[in-house]
């Protein structure tokens, strides 16, 4: 059907709608006129089928209409509703007649299309009403023309206005039909749109089509989301339609949202396409999962126990003199919920009397407290270890200290935060949306999107104290839109080892003596001349962290600390000062001129230093400083990389013509170290005969040169020989295998040199050397080392890490399932420990086993942990087929010094299935099948389906009484043993 549309504005009055406007969307009004026209065909939405009933014939519509004039002869036009005509289908009822006309006021008529009622099917955007002004002009007719209108029916004319009009269009995305029919303004000549920039969509469709999620914030703004746009906008940016409503025009889906649009005359729709689903999209981390312990079962810690010992023997001598032992023994435990820890040095390893205990500790560390009693370093840096015993306890407030491994109490390490809180901002364009990313990863860790303040803000950034320094980046995408090259914004932070979060706070406390040894034979030594302290630090903001103290130390000391590091300054700051007759200063300040040049200036007791780095390139640094003691220096470093080569070298050179470096190069197989200062040097150039590069593995031909004197021509060997490393290596790092022959010919002589080691016993090292010359002498000597490592908490056997002194701060848990033949929660001789899948079967925290690093052996998995209550979790993805637990998740608690055993005995799972039928046989739907076992009282279900089927898995070995619906059957027990079959069909009835 054809219109012509004119020019004149539409009036949005709807009270003139006949019966069928209950599906009408507003209106478009228009005026007949003779002024020259052109066709526009205007094709409404209409259902593919319609129901038998449907007929285009309205008896509740009037087919005439009547034009009325005034008394002034001058004849006043009626606004009159009507409708296009809706192509019917094909299998249209014949009776369908379109013959209604329009009466005018002289009594002259012209056919006229009536509204046609629409199926119930049919769609609201089907329906595309128009209001009609018949102007008089229009209707003054000649008595020729009258005739030829009663003769031929002719078609309405509508002239067409140049402005764009609304009639339905199809809403595709993705090359998808998404909305059927939707009103839209725009243009089209019948082959293409016109102007369709400016062609308006309504914005309930957009958001509809394109399954935005829209949020209207405090100012009024919109925020719209979807997987690849973040955005805001302004709605009073965007038009109000009278008839559509609020809308977006094409323009602005692209300048917006960066949508495109075509239009499609064929499928007379318009084709929305999002970029952002041709691009992966980064994933935002999400929070990390809260680790729920109430309820749970719980394992408790060893209370007392002798977890590992470890004895270390070298045997050193030469062809003229006697041979040398000497030993050091190490043991540690648990005891009172921390652990204890003992090393004794053996100067002479056969005369115990001349045995010296070196350090005895008893350590309980938690997040919020420690605790330490015997050997210990003071809090106030004027002792070295093992010469202060005592008590010291440290409080914390408002943070966690970071996690220690080996070693025993570090007073000012657990005085500071593990993490400090640091804020990102700066200045982008309103709508930017800003991403924050940790190193060079792709886990987004927060975003903001920028409003029309210009400034986005992260705050409590979180910065890793262990690492000192941490490398974020800021991905800016401009008006939210994720397809698009973001900006990069690299930001660094620096920690500064001892600052606290702004509020936090932390307090020390220790008392005790000086041990010394006034005689020899003395074991245990003197304890005398009363030590302690008291000091307390505060994180006073997110950049100044202050403490202060009192020490008495031979007289009473005062003690005053600051560490400052501002956000929006390249400046560190660490001082510790300890007052009296000798002032004890410590210092350590950095400042960065720029990115690329650098200044350090340290300062203790023994000396200062002024360092100086200026990074030319990214290959090549120059080196400068002053030293109290050694005077000015200066030098070079160069670091360089590529595929398959590797460059460091380091040099520098000071007023005392003082030349020191470090050298190592390399490239393919070929490898060349050296280094050496005032005193000695040694070199070597390796080959490696392993095709792997920079393994150290497999066998190798070396060329070494080394002095000791590098001034003189004596003292100086060079050596010739091969070396193997074998790939394995045992869980402490050592090579399982290690061999080195060679021959030496140097400024004394000439001779082999051997050396031999292994660690293919677990918890066993043994290496020896035999060197038939050196740089300082001719004589042969001989060396040979022993270690041995036993674990004795989980039977005498070798500890194949040899990590004694890692558990004086950890401890761990040592899981063990097994198959529990016989039920009796044990495990005996004849039951294996099956661990085929364990990163499938554990979860400890909401984490996978395999991010613990545990070590899998023939009696468990041991996994090495801080001190404090995990969630151990079994998932029945790893357990053997027809084998379960009887529990499903733990609470275990860990001490520092031993392994918490964890027993998981696997019995064996039954399944029981069939049909249940009533008295005539005919399958019974939703009916409760419950076992239940007589001894435990345990209970399964199971509700049968719609054929009447139930379905009983995880039953375990036992006696079991069925009832259906509550009901027991008049049937034997069910009885379940070790032989009996894993699944077996059971009917019931």
Partial sequence: MSYLISNTELSPDTNYLPSVNAIAQPQTAASLSSASSTPVVIKPSAPENLPPQYSPIDKTLTPTATIKSSASQTRESEIQQFAPVVAPPESFAPEASLSHTVKLSDDSEIPFAPVVAPPESFTPEASLSHRVQLSDSSLQTSPEEKTKARSEPPSIKVPISEELQVFPVGLDVDQRPSIKSVLMRGREDGMQAINFEQWLIPYEAVVRALQLNVTTLADGQLEIRAPGLVTRINPQKLTNDPQLGLVFSVAQLQTLLGVTAKFDISDYAVRLERPWLLKATQVIAPPEAIVELAGLPEVPAPGLTLTAVEQKLNVSGSASGAS??????????????????????????????????????????????????????????????????????????????????????????????????????????????????????????????????????????????????????????????????????????????????????????????????????????????????????????????????????????????????????????????????????????????SPQINTRFTSDRYK????????????????????????????????????????????????????????????????????????????????????????????????????????????????????????????????????????????????????????????????????????????????????????????????????????????????????????????????????????????????????????????????????????????????????????EALAVDVVAGSYTPVMLPMIRSFTRSGVVTDSRGKPIPGAKVEAIELNSGQKRFSVTNGAGVYYLQGLQQGNYKIEVNGQPLNTENLQLQETSAPFQELNLQ
Avoid: C
């Fill in 324 to 593: 040398n032992y000497q030993g050091d023994f190490a043991a540690v435990g648990t005891a009172l919920g921390g652990s204890w820890f003992v090393r004794v040095n053996q100067p002479q390893f056969q005369n115990p009397t001349a045995w010296q205990v070196a350090e005895a500790q008893f350590l309980r560390q938690t997040n919020q407290a420690d605790y330490v009693i015997g050997s210990q370093a003071p809090f106030w840096l004027s002792q070295g270890t093992g010469d202060y015993w005592g008590l010291t306890t440290i409080q914390r407030w408002g943070f966690q200290p970071p996690k220690t491994v080996g070693g025993g109490l570090s007073p000012n390490q657990r005085m500071q935060s593990d993490q400090i809180g640091r804020v990102i901002t700066g200045k982008a364009a309103p709508g930017t949306l800003v991403r924050l990313t940790q190193g060079l990863g792709d886990r987004i860790i927060a975003e903001v999107l920028v409003d029309s303040s210009e400034i986005y803000r992260f705050n409590d950034v979180k910065v890793d104290t262990r690492f000192l320094g941490a490398t974020y980046q800021l991905l800016l995408y401009p008006q939210g839109r994720l397809t698009e090259t973001p900006e990069i914004r690299n930001v660094t932070f620096s920690t500064l080892p001892g600052q606290l979060p702004a509020g936090a706070s932390a307090l020390v406390v220790s008392g005790g003596f000086r041990r010394q040894f006034a005689e020899a034979n003395s074991v245990i030594g003197e304890f005398a001349d009363f030590r302690g302290g008291v000091a307390q630090r505060w994180g006073l903001s997110p950049d100044l962290t202050v403490g202060l103290g009192g020490v008495y130390d031979q007289s009473f000391r005062g003690l005053a600390e600051i560490f400052y590091q501002p956000q929006n300054l390249p400046l560190k700051v660490a001082l510790s000062a300890l007052s009296g007759d000798r002032w004890d200063i410590n210092t350590n300040v950095t400042f960065d001129i």
């Fill in 608 to 887: 200062s230093r002024f360092d100086f780095d200026w990074r030319m390139s990214p290959w090549l640094t120059l080196l400068g400083g002053v030293d109290s003691k050694e005077g000015g220096f200066g030098g070079v470093q160069i670091a360089h990389n590529r595929k398959n080569s590797f460059t460091f070298a380091r040099m520098t050179f000071n007023t005392q013509s003082h030349l020191r470096w470090n050298l190592l190069h390399r490239r393919g197989q070929l490898e060349l170290n050296s280094n050496g200062n005032e005193i000695a040097s040694a070199s070597e150039l390796a080959y490696y005969l392993s095709p792997k590069k920079f393994t150290h593995q497999g066998n190798a031909l070396f060329l070494g040169y080394e002095t000791s004197n590098i001034f003189t021509q004596s003292d100086r060997l060079a050596t010739l020989g091969w070396r193997y490393r074998s790939p394995q290596r045992s869980l402490n790092g050592n090579y399982f295998w290690e061999a080195q022959l060679a021959y030496g010919i140097g400024s004394l002589g000439s001779g082999v040199i051997a050396t031999l080691g292994t660690n293919i016993l677990p918890g066993l090292l043994l290496r020896g050397r035999y060197q038939g010359i050196s740089t300082t002498s001719n004589e042969p000597s001989f060396g040979l080392e022993l270690v041995s490592s036993l674990d004795l908490q989980r039977g005498i056997k070798p500890h194949p890490s040899r990590q004694a002194n890692n558990l004086r701060t950890q401890g761990g848990i040592w899981i063990q399932p097994f198959f529990d033949r016989n039920g009796n929660g044990k495990r005996d001789p004849n039951e294996p420990i099956y661990l085929d899948q364990p990163n499938l079967l554990f979860t400890i925290n909401n984490q996978p086993l395999q991010s613990f690093a545990p070590t899998i052996q023939n009696d468990g998995a041991l996994i090495y942990l801080s001190p404090g209550k995990y969630r151990l979790d079994l998932d029945p993805a790893g357990f053997p087929a027809n084998w379960q637990t009887a529990i």
